[in-house]
C-alpha cells in the first residue's frame, strides 16, 4: 500500500515535469518564431531560476521569461499562479544575469508566458509582454514606504 502510494506520487511528479519541460519547449519556439534571441533557458544561481533569457530582435532589451504550463486552465491561467515571492526571486536572478553576463546596460523586461493544453489535445498561449516590473517587488507601496519613512524619521530623532 505504501509503495502504490509513493510510487503513483513519482508518476504524478514525473508527468508533471514532462509538462513544464514540454510547456517550456513550446514557449521558446514561439519566442524564437518573433525573431528573439534565446540565451539561456533553466539559468539557475542557488535557489533561484529564470526559465528563459532572451535578447529581443533589436538586441536592446534582455527579456526573462516565466513560462507556466497547465494541462487545462480550470483552474484560472497559469501565469496567475505567480506568486509575489517567486516574482521577486526572478527579479533578483535577472540581476544576478544581467551583471555576471555583463549585459547591465540592456534594459530588462519580465514577461510571462502561459501555455494551456497538452501535445496530445493541442494548446494555446498568452504571452504578457511585461507582467510585472522591478518596482512592484519592493516590500512597500508608496503610500506605505512614505508613512515607513515618516515612521523612522520620528523615531530616530533625525527630524
Not at 519566442?31 to 530582435?57: A, M, Q, T
Not at 544581467?98 to 493544453?117: C, E, M, P, Q
Not at 498561449?125 to 511585461?130: A, N, Q
Request: some cysteine; proline content about 1%.
Amino acid at each position: 500500500m505504501f509503495y502504490d502510494r509513493k510510487l503513483s506520487i513519482l508518476l504524478f511528479m514525473a508527468a508533471h515535469n514532462t509538462l513544464g519541460q514540454w510547456g517550456e519547449d513550446v514557449a521558446a519556439k514561439y519566442l524564437i518564431s518573433k525573431g528573439w534571441y534565446i540565451r539561456d533557458r533553466n539559468w539557475r544561481n542557488h535557489h533561484r531560476e529564470i526559465d528563459i533569457v532572451c535578447i529581443d530582435e533589436d538586441m536592446t532589451t534582455l527579456l526573462i521569461v516565466e513560462v507556466k504550463t497547465r494541462s487545462s486552465d480550470a483552474f484560472g491561467q497559469p501565469d496567475e499562479a505567480i506568486s509575489s515571492e517567486k516574482r521577486h526571486n526572478i527579479v533578483k536572478a535577472a540581476q544576478d544575469y544581467a551583471f555576471s553576463n555583463y549585459l547591465a546596460h540592456l534594459t530588462l523586461r519580465y514577461d510571462t508566458i502561459s501555455v494551456v493544453g497538452t501535445p496530445e489535445t493541442g494548446y494555446t498561449i498568452e504571452h504578457k509582454e511585461g507582467a510585472y516590473d522591478v518596482l512592484s517587488q519592493f516590500l512597500y507601496n508608496k503610500e506605505d514606504y512614505k508613512k515607513h519613512l515618516y515612521h523612522n524619521r520620528n523615531r530616530s530623532g533625525l527630524w
